[in-house]
């Protein structure tokens, strides 16, 4: 194909360039992502649904924006988004137990998710009943229904991913701007 | 029409002839093959170089933002995570502003060795321009003399299909001739100074 034909032809400078325009490409999306973690002050500011625990209120797909303010109290009620010691996948849930002791405000606790049977206690590790403040990574401020599908696909089929990756980084590599 | 020598290998160059972003770029290619190549001068690198900087600073700031957040985790990462993004985009800022004002469509600056000895450089820049979707093709040759600091341009505004034949090869010998009119142009009005 031309276009791969042009980048053969290149000097090594226009090379350099083409290659950080990839990286830029990459980095500008990473940097976006992470101010958006800043502003929300949570790691992970859009989070998908991967399981069906919290039906009828989301859904396998749905995209959900968290925020994190620094001072705001859990209530039960509140639909939260933790993350277990030991654990990578956070876990959305309702707090159904909330309390606060001692002069600090410790908050203790406990969740469950809509859909399930029983409360989250199984999923804890061995011995705690409760969930602290620290685990909890934000509360939901919002919802998009179904967007995350592809990342449901991609969790199903790896492949896809490294299919999606590859595919990107060659339109990117060979697509030269105006210059 | 003749297929012309061009590129390292000396084959022809050939572009998707509907793809306007491969046309430009093939054509200003073709440019820099005249004035680097035909004629007796050497590229300067310095107006690519600092885009080249530009960019490089704002990977590395960026890298180096995602390896500290992986090493010290959200929250602890978050000072230097303000202060990275912080400079990424401000860093993206600068990029525009250097393409927009520094660069300005220029593709291509070589250096012409005075022919005594004594003066400076001069300097030859080459710009180009074409909207999206149109076939206008527009392009500044500027000579900036090394003595006086003086600089005179022409310039000229064509349809690609003047330089592309039906298969999308690109006719050299045409992009050439346009290029030496305009380099012999220049110099006379250097030279009757």
Same mark, same amino acid.
């Given at each position: 194909?031309?276009?791969?034909?042009?980048?053969?032809?290149?000097?090594?400078?226009?090379?350099?360039?083409? /290659?950080?325009?990839?990286?830029?490409?990459?980095?500008?999306?990473?940097?976006?992502?992470?101010?958006?973690?800043?502003?929300?002050?949570?790691?992970?500011?859009?989070?998908?649904?991967?399981?069906?625990?919290?039906?009828?209120?989301?859904?396998?797909?749905? /995209?959900?924006?968290?925020?994190?303010?620094?001072? @705001?109290?859990?209530?039960?009620? =509140? /639909?939260?988004?933790?993350?277990?010691?030991?654990?990578?996948?956070?876990?959305?849930?309702?707090?159904?137990?909330?309390?606060?002791?001692?002069?600090?405000?410790?908050?203790?606790?406990?969740?469950?998710? =809509?859909?399930?049977?029983? =409360? @989250?206690?199984?999923?804890?590790?061995?011995?705690?009943?409760?969930?602290?403040?620290?685990?909890?990574?934000?509360?939901?401020?919002?919802?998009?229904?179904?967007?995350?599908?592809?990342? #449901?696909?991609?969790? @199903?089929?790896?492949?896809?991913?490294?299919?999606?990756?590859? #595919?990107?980084?060659?339109?990117?590599?060979?697509?030269?701007?105006?210059? | 029409?003749?297929?012309?020598? +061009?590129?390292?290998?000396?084959?022809?160059?050939?572009?998707?002839?509907?793809?306007?972003?491969?046309?430009?770029?093939?054509?200003?290619?073709?440019?820099?093959?005249?004035?680097?190549?035909?004629?007796?001068?050497?590229?300067?690198? +310095?107006?690519?170089?600092?885009?080249?900087?530009?960019?490089?600073?704002?990977?590395?700031?960026?890298?180096?933002?995602?390896?500290?957040?992986?090493?010290?985790?959200?929250?602890?990462?978050?000072?230097?995570?303000?202060?990275?993004?912080?400079?990424?985009?401000?860093?993206?800022?600068?990029?525009?502003?250097?393409?927009?004002?520094?660069?300005?469509?220029?593709?291509?600056?070589?250096?012409?060795?005075?022919?005594?000895?004594?003066?400076?450089?001069? *300097?030859?820049?080459?710009?180009?321009?074409?909207?999206?979707?149109?076939?206008?093709?527009?392009?500044?040759?500027?000579?900036?003399?090394?003595? %006086?600091?003086?600089? *005179?341009?022409?310039?000229?505004?064509?349809?690609?299909?003047?330089?592309?034949?039906? +298969?999308?090869?690109?006719?050299?010998?045409?992009?050439?001739?346009?290029?030496?009119?305009?380099?012999? %142009?220049?110099?006379?009005?250097?030279?009757?100074?």
């Amino acid at each position: 194909m031309e276009s791969f034909k042009a980048l053969a032809r290149m000097n090594p400078r226009q090379l350099a360039q083409q /290659i950080l325009n990839v990286f830029m490409v990459v980095t500008s999306a990473v940097m976006l992502w992470k101010g958006l973690g800043l502003v929300t002050n949570t790691e992970s500011p859009i989070v998908v649904v991967l399981s069906g625990s919290m039906e009828p209120a989301f859904f396998r797909g749905d /995209i959900l924006f968290l925020n994190n303010p620094a001072t @705001d109290p859990i209530t039960t009620g =509140d /639909i939260v988004v933790f993350k277990i010691k030991g654990q990578d996948i956070p876990i959305v849930h309702r707090v159904v137990r909330a309390h606060t002791k001692g002069s600090d405000e410790t908050q203790s606790v406990l969740t469950k998710g =809509d859909n399930n049977k029983v =409360d @989250d206690r199984g999923l804890y590790p061995r011995g705690q009943l409760w969930i602290s403040r620290k685990e909890i990574l934000g509360k939901v401020i919002g919802l998009v229904p179904w967007a995350g599908f592809m990342t #449901i696909a991609m969790n @199903d089929y790896p492949s896809l991913k490294v299919a999606l990756v590859g #595919i990107l980084g060659l339109i990117a590599l060979v697509s030269r701007e105006d210059e | 029409m003749s297929k012309s020598k +061009n590129g390292d290998s000396g084959e022809p160059v050939k572009v998707f002839k509907w793809d306007g972003v491969a046309v430009k770029n093939a054509l200003d290619d073709a440019i820099r093959e005249v004035m680097t190549k035909k004629l007796p001068y050497t590229e300067n690198f +310095n107006l690519m170089d600092g885009r080249l900087l530009i960019c490089g600073l704002a990977v590395g700031i960026a890298m180096f933002a995602l390896a500290w957040d992986f090493i010290y985790p959200f929250p602890k990462s978050k000072p230097i995570l303000i202060g990275c993004v912080g400079g990424y985009f401000f860093l993206m800022g600068i990029l525009t502003l250097y393409t927009t004002f520094k660069e300005k469509g220029i593709f291509v600056v070589v250096m012409q060795k005075d022919p005594a000895g004594l003066d400076p450089d001069s *300097r030859w820049e080459v710009a180009s321009k074409m909207k999206k979707f149109d076939d206008m093709y527009e392009v500044t040759v500027r000579l900036i003399d090394g003595k %006086s600091g003086a600089s *005179r341009e022409t310039d000229f505004k064509r349809s690609v299909a003047d330089f592309i034949d039906e +298969n999308g090869v690109i006719c050299q010998d045409i992009i050439e001739n346009q290029i030496m009119k305009m380099h012999s %142009s220049l110099t006379a009005a250097k030279k009757d100074k």
